[in-house]
Every structure is written in C-alpha cells, then in structure tokens.
C-alpha cells in the first residue's frame, strides 16, 4: 500500500537565473519557503548551462511554491526546462538504517521543524519525479497559503503514516471586469490601471479605472493613426472621460506587437513636441525630421542630405539663395499657371492644424475643429485656440455667409464650408 509523505521534486532553470530566485541574502527563496512550508536549495554542479532546484515538502505545497518561483523567473522571460526520469528508478536505501526517518533523511515531528538543507533533503538521484512539465511565463502574481499544509511524519518503514487534517482549499485568484469590454479576468491574465500623471499625487487603487490587456492593444494600436494620446507624450489617456489619468507607456509597452511599438513610441515622441510649444521647430517634408531652427537662418541641412527652406517646402538651392518664397512663387506663377493652380486649389480646400501641422479635411460636423494633438481652430477663417463664442450664434438663416448684420462674426458653427471653399477656387481660377 502507497504512503502519503513528504517528497520532493526537482526542476532545471538556467543557471544564470540562480541569483534571481535566490534573491540578495537569499531572500526570495526565504520568502517562498515560510509562505509555503518547504525546503528549497539549488544543487551544486550544472548541466548544458542548467542548474538543479530541488523543492521538499508536501506535494500540493511543492506545486504552489513551483509557481511561487514561478513568477520570479516570468519577470525575465524565463524558462522551466522538463527532466523526464524514468519512474521505475529503485529508491536509495541504508544498508544499515537506524529508524525510518534517518533513512530517507526526514526528521521526525518530537526532534525538529525545520530541514536542514545539506543533510536532510535527498540527493536528486535518490528521489525524482517521473515527468515534469514545463511553460512559458508572463508577469502574474500568486497568492501566498495564509497557513502551511499539515504534514506527515514517517516514524518507521513498516509503521503507516499519521495524517493530519486535509490541506484547506486554493483560494479563489482575485478578478477583475474591464471597464471597456466588461468582461470579467482574472487579475493574472493582465490588469492595467490608470495611474496620476504626477508623481506626487497618491491614489487610492479603488478609485483607478481597470483595462484588460486586449482592450489596451486595441486602444494602443488606434491610437497610432486616430485618437488622441496623454498630454507631453506620456501614455494614452484614462478611457473615462472624466478622469485626468493616464496609462503610462511603461505599464502597458510588453503587451504591444512589434508592429504597435515603435509606430506608437513615434506618435507620443510627436505629441510631446506639439505640446512643448517649440515656436522655432521645423520639420522636413521629406523624411520627416525635427529640428529647431534659429528664425535667423533660412534654411537648415537636414541629416536626410536635404538642405531645406525653413519657410517653404522648397530646397534652398542656387535659385532660392537670393530670391524669397513669394518671388518664387511669382515666378511659377509665370512660368506655368496650369501647374501652378493645382497646389493653390489644395490649399484652399486642405487645412492644417496650427499646433502639429497636419493637413486634414472636414467630411461633417462643425466648424469647430480639434485635432488629435489638442489644438483647436476654426474651419472656415483658421483662427487658432478658439471656442463656440468664436462663432455667430444669432441664427440668421436668410445670411449664409460673411459678416453678421447683429453681432459681425464672421464664421458660423454650421456654415457651409464646401461652399466658402468653391468660392475660392473660383476667385483663384480668375486670378491666373
């Protein structure tokens, strides 16, 4: 008949994260030690640059303190590797045994508590499992056991075990709902909280909105191209409006494809800029380059081997040197009117946001734009850093454009900016 007893099993992990789960003084194997109620050491020697973690104890208790150290080593991405032992190897025995817990080196419940790690714990040869699984790991966190498992006592090799009362249940792991997907995870699988911009700010964790890993990718991913990231490039803001957080980059950054990673970093780089204010900042049209320019120089050579005007997409070339961007633009006029008409009819129907200065167009809505980077102007005359009392708000109907005969605004929030546009193609058609 089998007995039910202390055991221990034995895992590989590389040997140059022995330091890690050892802790400094040895503090994270203390650590899973007390928590768990077993005896831990790494043997000596190593084998194809793996060394060997012995683990003794109860077995349900070895589980838990295999995912303890678990956890450890999925901070580094590291790996478990599998020992598969034939399970018919012969137990060790004493040609001459005293007692039965000096035989297996297991001491009895009347002489100590603690096991001595040198004399105590079987040698890996003596007591091996017969096939250990192994895994992959991401950064989750295991429950401590509030209390250890009874343990049993072997007090001779004919004599049957004593058994304490039976292990208490695993708690439940803690769980979370997402707040944009609503959908219930484990607190393991990934949970990301909103967390103040200021490191001086103190929050309590009860009142920080919680995001799923996936629901954080989608959110990340739009925002490369589409929504709007945390002021100064830090993150992406909390998905409550009302909330000042955000989502730092750093809390969420191991969960992003290589395909998001570096597109959005850009983006917050972006961002960051815009809302640093640089008056003095240029950008090259060809590659993309950002620079600051002092306003006493024309131009400036880009590292892309473009020497550009600062002013104008031009290069500033022999026939720029001493001639201005509107000579230039005289002279194109001239030159070829056709060619010219193009880029000036672009001009009256594509905007620019005046604070990142990407181009965009009005599909619908008003006349009060924001951009994705916060700047906000008006449509129809461009004026930047406006609000709704910008805009006529008399309702005459019968007047669809120009200045107002009540309040002499200029623009209205729903005035048709198609037709605003049209009247200046057609000006522009009749000048050239």
């Not at 194109?332 to 010219?340: L, P, T, Y």
């Not at 994705?372 to 461009?382: K, L």
Request: proline share 7%; charged share 25%; hydrophobic share 30%.
């Amino acid at each position: 008949m089998g007995t039910i007893g202390p055991t221990n099993e034995s895992y590989y992990i590389p040997s140059r994260m022995c330091g890690i789960v050892i802790g400094k003084g040895g503090k994270n194997i203390k650590n899973i030690e007390q928590s768990y109620s077993v005896k831990a050491t790494v043997l000596p020697g190593k084998l194809n640059d793996l060394k060997v973690l012995q683990i003794f104890g109860m077995k349900r208790n070895i589980e838990m303190a295999a995912l303890g150290i678990e956890t450890i080593l999925r901070m580094r991405n590291a790996k478990l590797q599998k020992i598969t032992i034939p399970t018919n190897i012969a137990q060790h025995q004493d040609q001459n045994p005293r007692t039965g817990t000096e035989d297996i080196g297991i001491a009895s419940e009347t002489t100590t508590d603690i096991l001595d790690a040198e004399t105590q714990i079987p040698q890996i040869h003596t007591h091996l499992p017969g096939i250990l699984e192994y895994s992959v790991f991401s950064p989750i966190s295991i429950p401590k056991s509030s209390s250890p498992s009874p343990q049993v006592f072997l007090t001779s090799p004919k004599l049957n075990p004593v058994v304490q009362s039976p292990p208490p249940p695993t708690p439940p792991l803690p769980s979370f709902e997402c707040e944009v997907c609503f959908e219930t995870f484990f607190i393991n699988d990934g949970c990301l909280l909103c967390e103040s911009p200021s490191s001086s700010s103190i929050e309590k964790e009860e009142s920080k909105h919680k995001i799923c890993v996936d629901c954080i990718r989608g959110f990340a991913h739009s925002a490369i191209t589409e929504s709007s990231v945390a002021f100064g490039g830090l993150g992406l803001p909390c998905i409550e409006p009302e909330c000042n957080n955000i989502f730092p980059l750093t809390s969420f950054e191991i969960y992003l494809c290589d395909e998001d990673y570096m597109p959005l970093k850009l983006r917050l780089q972006e961002q960051c800029l815009a809302d640093a204010g640089f008056e003095d900042l240029v950008t090259c049209p060809k590659c993309g380059f950002k620079a600051c320019v002092p306003f006493t120089e024309s131009f400036y050579n880009c590292p892309c081997g473009r020497q550009q005007c600062r002013y104008c997409p031009r290069l500033f070339d022999d026939k720029h040197f001493d001639k201005t961007c509107k000579e230039l633009d005289d002279e194109e006029v001239q030159q070829n009117s056709e060619r010219k008409l193009e880029p000036k009819l672009s001009e009256a129907v594509i905007r620019r946001c005046h604070k990142c200065r990407i181009a965009f167009v009005k599909l619908e809505g008003c006349n009060k734009m924001t951009c994705r980077c916060g700047g906000m102007q008006c449509y129809v005359c461009q004026q930047k850093d406006i609000n709704y009392e910008h805009f006529c708000q008399c309702g005459d109907t019968q007047q669809q454009h120009g200045q107002c005969q009540h309040c002499h605004k200029n623009c209205r929030l729903w005035e048709n900016s198609d037709e605003l546009d049209q009247l200046k193609i057609n000006q522009l058609r009749q000048e050239l």
